[in-house]
């Protein structure tokens, strides 16, 4: 060993046997092939191998001098590096090179090397895998560890390998790669920031995507070191992210894209980082934060994250981000869930709350992607929702914004399709939102046609789909109809009944644009353009290209023969298809794809197309219907019971033979009719016949063998059958046989004959079945009718009571209840009026007498004898059809001429009737036929008398009905400009309801002092019922014009009583209330009216010229009670015929809150704490959303502002003055202390829970209304048992008249469908919202009351009033104001208010709460 010392330090160089000396003298290709050998010897020596090793050190050395190291050729320096590379596996541990500087230049020498390693085709390549595993293998560039420059050294190693890794590499230079990095990192003491940016940079986005295969190094790196690395990981973040020391690293603006991938490499990486990110997740650097959410986004809801068990504190903290003031973090937040849900389901029940907040976002875009994010994740796994989050979208189809409903009711939609249709995920998911398609149709109440479009659309694509093979489009239609709700079945219905008025329409326009062109022409045509406009999204627009089309119909006669047959009533499913696409086709252009005109066309398509129903989808359905009534459909199947789908099949297609009558021409349709008509289901059999008089004008000349068998089973139903099946028998023999005179008189000889009092029971169909021939055929009946009236039904039937009634404190039981006897005299009554609306005129003065007769019935309080024998319920019955029979007389022009006022004011006290069943029926009835335009303008006046009521909810819908008949009139005088003559505008304008309303209050009976206070507010509170609605909307000045009625009429006399000064001095005082409340609520009111009122002559004398009365009659007192304020604009509820809750109901504490406020929740304008109830200024940022939604439990005390109330709050909270104009200063809200305790609110919440049952249940304090009693009737001083307002006894909860108000309805329908002059924009021929049927149910008995009215006043006169800040009012006014008042239907809002816990409203007692 010594001797090879010796060899080594002589300098002279020993080379392997065969190599000669290598130098610079001789060639490259012999330097190359020596070298080879000298790479061969190193690589077969080991490290034991100690001669060798002294033998060829200095060769060893020699390798190591800048001449090799420098050398150009680049085979020469791999071979070189090859032999350096063994020199240091041989030498191992100590290198025989001791110079550092030698040592850095050997390394930065291999590194270079490497770099070959990127082209793996090079015929080197193996020679440089060699030199990456020998260094990998040994650990080389360990030595490097004792150098000042390692860091350099191992930097540029880094970045070599990082640079050469390519997809080429196989899996062993990858392992190579990765441990000789590794050890660098887990055997050195320290990892510098250079070095660790050149591992990190490899993790960015931008590198990641450049090179995927340096990401996949570095990330296999990152796993082999995460716990030698992590310090410095650590200490990187907390330089940048703590500290702001960006400059530490070119990677600092990548902070939290390096946070995600190594959180995604190994979790443990972060373990000391990760709460930071909670400290900046409360920055006050609005984009810092939002950077943060990202990642954290991304974060959390990834796949496998368990980021939220395991660090719950940030998870927290991320949550509270929901509710961040930034926008941007917000919206993210609201992206993440649907991830979120998707990846981490358990996570739901946290992001339930958050996101029930941004569904109420002042953001539109943060509500859609609310929206969004929900619908995403139940479109792949309904299980991943609960049913509060998809509640919320089921809020969000009432938003304000037309892009969140479009959102929420398409996302809806297709869970609906998905689930419920396709049944994707079984019936116990298609049960969790079987709701959907309810709401879903229930938006068609919306007054909003984009709203009520997009339901047609989904109705056609997603609920019943268009495309579906005609047996199973309806079987689909046949169980989705059996299972709607009754609110959802009436929107289906109105929508049909829209869809082919249109067609119609269209129909109509098509005939016109055939007719030579003149002035006429051009009228008739812009008439049909504008109806049909008004069909359409954005009417503005969509009338120039209405016009459009009516040019193209002019020109192309292809597109008008299309557009014939698509409208024809006998075009099938499959035509309808064809012709639009072919209209499309044709009107389309490919150079044009955005075709505004197009798109106008496609929805007019959309709307007309027959696509559900044609001649073969009644055939289906009518075979559907059948095999459910021989019991082969799979009805259980479909969760609905038999019985219950063959009366919704018949109830469907009887709807659809209105819409669609032509469909039901074949033979087998009318067969399978007639055996419907012999079953026992008496509902199945009324449908049936309903259906034939529908569809049967054609039945006798096409299908004489059907006539043949129909004709014996109408006559049998005429005469024996059930009264509502009487009815429509009658109704077919008159709609489908032309020798009808003949059948008729089949009919009525025996019937006539026969009819006996003895058996009452069997004598309620014969009156039923005569009454409808004497309607439809009076005068072939004329002599023994007018017999069987005066003998017969006066004398006989309604003077007689044979058998005494049952002895009950009820004032109402249900229809099976009632005695025959009252049915028979029910009956009776209908006989009369129906003959007198056939005869249509008073020639022979019987309308005179029967309107004595029913007056009589009215002012007897329905017991005409006068005996006592009748029972409380029957007498009801009877005012009721009494009131009713006045109300259709009235509708008449020949009899409404001779009604008295006398007789007009009684009838209108029937609203104010003691009984709450009677009060609501009377509604309704008043209600169409004012709807129809059909009954006299002084009958809306009756509505004012409503403000009596003590019910909450009679008030709410009376309310309704003003507001529902007041736009009607206006949108009918818009429609109709150029309507001329001062006595059709004065039927028609809605402002002149005020005389006639101020005529009938002066002749209030409970209005007897005419000086009294407590008497002047309930007149104040009338008239303000019905002004707030009229005043809500200055048009035309018309404030103006009502002062000047006002005036008008204090220039005249009662003209009911024009010698009594009494009268007089009423009139004139209700006048000067009204115009105090006129001057108290606008600003305009003293301008010029833009007309002189005309008053009617019946009401007032003619306006004395020489009289000038400009006394005030009101007593100083009652000057506190007028504030000024400005009346809320009144939005149309669409759901005037819904019966509201009953207050007899069995309530949820929800619900009994509801309903505290019914004392004086639409009255006084005075009313001091009026403001109550609104939101907070600090909720004002919500208000753009929370148009339809309601708040969360936690605001209860806080009614929900926005585009509409609940359903009983319609009626605005009390008075609306007191809520001033925006940006005035607020309006004195203190009166005087009296006022303040006789408005004020009480403050008891138990108390005043428990007001609705002392409603029900308390004793009457007032005499009867609108009927005299037996004595004193000429005392003027009234006493308990006066003339006075009967106590209105709150309902109790039981079946209504089904039959009486189902049957006059329909009566209605027919008898005076052609004299409908208008249909409300957007409402067109809607029929009510509820029946009869729907009425309370008999839950509590209502109390025998002597007394209608208010309760005595020192009950109400301890309340106090609690008030607010005017800067929160007028905060939370600002943003009401902001909303629109777009509509929703009643339903609609309980059903809100009851899903969303909605707010219990509290608003002031008033004067008929009772304890």
């Not at 938006?443 to 909003?448: A, D, P, T």
């Not at 014939?564 to 389309?588: F, N, R």
């Not at 009919?747 to 009452?760: A, V």
């Not at 002189?1092 to 019946?1098: F, G, N």
Request: charged content about 30%.
């Amino acid at each position: 060993m010594a001797h090879s010392k010796n060899r080594a330090t002589d300098g002279k160089i020993t080379y392997p046997p065969g190599v000669k000396e290598i130098s610079d003298k001789i060639s490259k290709e012999e330097m190359v092939r020596r070298l080879k050998m000298v790479v061969k010897t190193f690589m077969d020596m080991d490290q034991d191998s100690e001669e060798e090793k002294e033998l060829y050190l200095n060769l060893a050395l020699h390798l190591a001098s800048d001449f090799f190291l420098k050398h150009p050729d680049k085979d020469v320096r791999l071979l070189v590096a090859c032999c350096l590379a063994d020199i240091f596996r041989i030498y191992a541990p100590e290198a025989p090179y001791t110079s550092p500087d030698k040592l850095k230049d050997i390394f930065m020498f291999i590194t270079r090397q490497l770099k070959g390693l990127e082209d793996t085709k090079s015929a080197q390549f193996n020679r440089y895998f060699y030199l990456l595993e020998n260094i990998a293998w040994v650990k080389s560039y360990n030595i490097c560890f004792e150098l000042e420059d390692s860091n350099e050294i191992f930097t540029q190693l880094y970045r070599t390998l990082f640079q050469v890794i390519n997809n080429g590499h196989n899996q062993k230079v990858h392992m190579h790669m990765v441990d000789l990095m590794s050890s660098i990192i887990c055997e050195g003491d320290s990892v510098s920031q250079e070095l660790l940016d050149t591992v990190l940079v490899n993790l960015v986005p931008a590198h990641k995507n450049l090179n995927k295969q340096a990401y996949d190094l570095a990330k296999a790196l990152l796993k082999r070191t995460a716990q030698a690395i992590e310090p410095y990981i650590t200490n990187f973040f907390n330089q940048v992210l703590m500290l702001g020391k960006t400059s530490v690293s070119d990677l600092s603006e990548h902070v939290f894209d390096l946070i995600l991938e190594l959180y995604n490499i190994d979790s443990h990486l972060l373990l000391s980082v990760l709460p930071q990110l909670e400290f900046k997740l409360k920055s006050n650097d609005n984009d810092e934060r939002l950077q943060v959410v990202k990642l954290l986004a991304k974060m959390f809801g990834a796949k496998d994250s368990e980021l939220a068990s395991q660090n719950k504190p940030l998870w927290q903290c991320y949550l509270g981000r929901f509710n961040d003031i930034h926008v941007p973090i917000r919206l993210e937040c609201v992206k993440f869930a649907s991830h979120c849900l998707m990846n981490h389901p358990d996570l739901a029940k946290d992001l339930t709350e958050y996101l029930k907040v941004r569904s109420h976002d002042p953001e539109e875009a943060i509500r859609h992607d609310v929206i969004v994010s929900i619908v995403t994740a139940s479109k792949k796994d309904l299980s991943l929702v609960n049913d509060h989050l998809l509640n919320f979208v089921r809020e969000r189809t009432l938003d304000k914004r037309w892009r969140v409903r479009k959102e929420a009711m398409m996302g809806l939609a297709q869970i609906y399709k998905k689930y419920s249709l396709q049944a994707e995920a079984g019936k116990e998911a298609a049960k969790q939102i079987s709701w959907i398609k309810d709401k879903l149709l229930h938006i068609y109440y919306q007054n909003s046609i984009d709203d009520r479009l997009l339901v047609e659309r989904i109705f056609a694509q997603y609920m019943v789909p268009h495309n579906l093979e005609t047996t199973e489009r309806m079987k689909c239609l046949y169980y989705l109809y059996a299972t709607l709700d009754s609110n959802a079945v009436k929107a289906l219905n109105e929508m049909w009944k829209c869809q082919n008025m249109l067609r119609h329409h269209v129909k109509d326009l098509l005939d016109l644009v055939k007719q030579p062109k003149s002035d006429s022409y051009n009228k008739a045509v812009f008439s049909k353009v504008m109806v049909i406009t008004r069909n359409l999204p954005d009417p503005g627009k969509a009338q120039d290209f209405v016009k459009k089309l009516v040019q193209v119909l002019e020109e192309d006669e292809k597109i008008r023969k299309q557009l014939e047959t698509l409208v024809s009533p006998s075009c099938s499913c499959k035509q309808a298809e064809v012709c639009v696409k072919d209209i499309t086709k044709k009107l389309g252009s490919p150079k044009q794809p955005s075709n505004p005109f197009l798109e106008m066309v496609k929805f007019l398509l959309e709307r007309i197309a027959p696509v559900h129903i044609d001649t073969e989808s009644i055939s289906a359905l009518i075979k559907q219907v059948n095999k459910s009534i021989e019991g082969t459909a799979d009805d259980e199947d479909e969760g609905v019971p038999t019985e219950q789908a063959i009366r919704a099949g018949l109830e469907l297609l009887k709807v659809l033979s209105f819409t669609h009558p032509v469909s039901f021409h074949s033979a087998e349709t009318f067969e399978s009719l007639l055996g419907c008509l012999k079953m026992d289901d008496e509902k199945v059999a009324e449908a049936a016949l309903q259906i034939f008089k529908n569809t049967g004008g054609k039945l006798e000349e096409s299908f004489p063998h059907i006539k043949s068998v129909l004709l014996p089973v109408l006559q049998h139903k005429a005469k024996k059958g059930p009264p509502r099946q009487a009815k429509y028998a009658i109704r077919c023999i008159h709609a489908m046989f032309s020798n009808r005179d003949t059948h008729f008189a089949q009919i009525f000889e025996p019937l006539h004959k026969s009819l006996d009092t003895e058996n009452m029971e069997q004598l309620i169909t014969p009156l039923t079945t005569l009454g409808h021939l004497a309607m439809l055929a009076p005068e072939q009946f004329a002599g023994p009718l007018k017999s069987l009236v005066a003998n017969f039904i006066v004398k006989d039937l309604l003077m007689n009571d044979r058998i005494p009634g049952k002895k009950t404190t009820k004032l109402w039981v249900p229809d099976d209840e009632v005695s025959p006897e009252t049915l028979a005299k029910i009956q009776g009554i209908k006989l009369m009026v129906r003959w007198l609306l056939g005869v249509k005129n008073n020639q022979s003065k019987s309308g005179n007498s029967t309107l004595r007769m029913l007056t009589a019935i009215l002012n007897s309080d329905g017991d005409l004898t006068e005996q006592g024998k009748m029972g409380k319920p029957d007498m009801s019955r009877l005012r009721l059809a009494a009131g009713c029979a006045v109300l259709r007389l009235a509708q008449e022009p020949c009899y409404h001429e001779i009604i008295t006022l006398e007789q007009y004011q009684l009838c209108a006290l029937v609203i104010n009737d003691e009984c709450y069943q009677v009060r609501q029926a009377f509604a309704q009835k008043l209600h169409k036929g004012l709807c129809r335009l059909r009954l006299p303008l002084e009958y809306l006046a009756v509505f004012a008398l409503c403000a009596k009521d003590p019910v909450k909810e009679r008030r709410a819908h009376a309310r309704q009905c003003l507001v529902k008949n007041i736009n009607l009139r206006r949108e009918y005088l818009k429609q109709h400009a150029a309507i001329s003559g001062e006595e059709k505008l004065i039927s028609l304008l809605p402002e002149y309801v005020v005389p006639y309303a101020i005529h009938l209050l002066a002749h209030d009976p409970d209005y007897v002092k005419v000086q009294d206070i407590e008497q002047l507010k309930d007149i104040k509170e009338a008239l303000w019922f019905i002004l707030e609605i009229l005043m809500a909307k200055n048009e035309n000045n018309s404030h103006a014009f009502i002062r000047k009625m006002v005036e008008n009429i204090k220039q005249t006399k009662d003209g009911q009583c024009p010698d009594d000064a009494k009268i007089n001095e009423k009139l004139y005082t209700v006048c000067d209330v009204a115009m105090n409340i006129v001057i108290s609520k606008s600003t305009t009111y003293s301008l010029e009216s833009p007309k002189d009122p005309v008053l009617p002559a019946r009401y007032f004398t003619q306006p004395d010229k020489n009289f000038s009365n400009t006394k005030n009659y009101l007593p100083p007192e009652m000057k506190a009670f007028f504030t000024p304020g400005k009346p809320k604009a009144a939005n149309v509820l669409g759901a005037v015929n819904k019966p509201l809750s009953a207050t007899g109901k069995q309530q949820t504490k929800l619900s009994r809150m509801e309903t505290i406020s019914n004392a004086s929740s639409n009255s006084n304008p005075s009313s001091p704490g009026r403001s109550k109830g609104r939101l907070d200024a600090s909720e004002k940022d919500h208000s753009e959303n929370e148009d339809i939604s309601m708040k969360s439990p936690s605001e209860a005390e806080k009614p929900s502002r926005g585009r509409k109330r609940g359903a009983a709050s319609s009626q605005e909270d009390k008075a609306q003055e007191s809520k001033p104009k925006r940006g005035r200063k607020k309006a004195a809200n203190t009166s005087t202390d009296d006022a303040e305790e006789q408005w004020g609110e009480d403050s008891s919440m138990a108390e005043a829970s428990m007001e609705i049952e002392d409603e029900q249940n308390s004793p009457p304090k007032r005499g009867r209304r609108g009927r005299p009693p037996k004595s004193a009737a000429k005392d003027e001083t009234p006493s308990k048992g006066r003339r006075g307002r009967r106590k209105a006894a709150p309902p109790p909860e039981e079946e209504n008249d089904e039959e009486q108000e189902e049957e006059e309805e329909e009566e209605e329908d027919d008898a005076g469908s052609e004299n409908m002059e208008v249909k409300p924009k957007g409402r067109r021929g809607r029929k009510p919202r509820v029946e009869a049927s729907e009425a309370p149910s008999d839950s509590v008995e209502s109390t025998p009351q002597k007394r209608r009215g208010r309760p005595p006043k020192s009950q109400t006169a301890a309340r106090k009033g609690g008030g607010r800040s005017r800067a929160a009012v007028s905060q939370e006014e600002e943003s009401e104001e902001e909303m629109e008042t777009s509509q929703q239907s009643e339903e609609e809002a309980e059903e809100e208010q009851l899903q969303d816990s909605s707010p219990k409203v509290r608003r002031k007692s008033g004067r008929r709460d009772r304890r």
